[in-house]
Nanobody
Framework: QVQLVESGGGLVQAGGSLRLSCAAA????????MGWFRQGPRKEREFVAA????????SYADSVKGRFTISRDNAKNTVYLQMNSLKPEDTAVYYC?????????????????????WGQGTQVTVSS
């Protein structure tokens, strides 16, 4: 189990950028797949991006490919989400979560129910 705290959300105009951070407390952060999810108004929580324990493998939702980049710094127990070319439809509460140890699920299994620990979320609002 890891404890997660997100930061970096805010209000930005369409076309702008934000970088979200997720700081982890607890042992063995470097062994977990980490993911970012989001939940917009009146929507279900959806997958955004994931990165495996070493940082060598990443996966993205089609809606953010080419605009968002997930990365991690295991020495700092932190995972990041760089968001560029933001759109109003990116408006949501963004959550980071820890997934399985040692491996990253296949794309079809990158679902909230396969991630165990969650942060409290950070609001991202993109104005048009």
């Amino acid at each position: 189990q890891v404890q997660l705290v997100e930061s970096g959300g805010g209000l930005v105009q369409a076309g702008g950028s934000l970088r979200l951070s997720c700081a982890a407390a607890g042992r063995s952060f470097s062994l977990f797949t980490m993911g970012w999810f989001r939940q917009g108004p009146r929507k279900e929580r959806e997958f955004v991006a994931a990165i495996n324990y070493s940082g060598g493998t990443t996966s993205y939702a089609d809606s953010v490919k080419g605009r968002f980049t997930i990365s991690r710094d295991n020495a700092k127990n932190t995972v990041y989400l760089q968001m560029n070319s933001l759109k109003p439809e990116d408006t949501a509460v963004y959550y980071c979560a820890s997934g399985p140890k040692y491996y990253m699920p296949t794309d079809s299994d990158l679902l909230p129910e396969h991630f165990g620990s969650w942060g409290q979320g950070t609001q991202v609002t993109v104005s048009s």
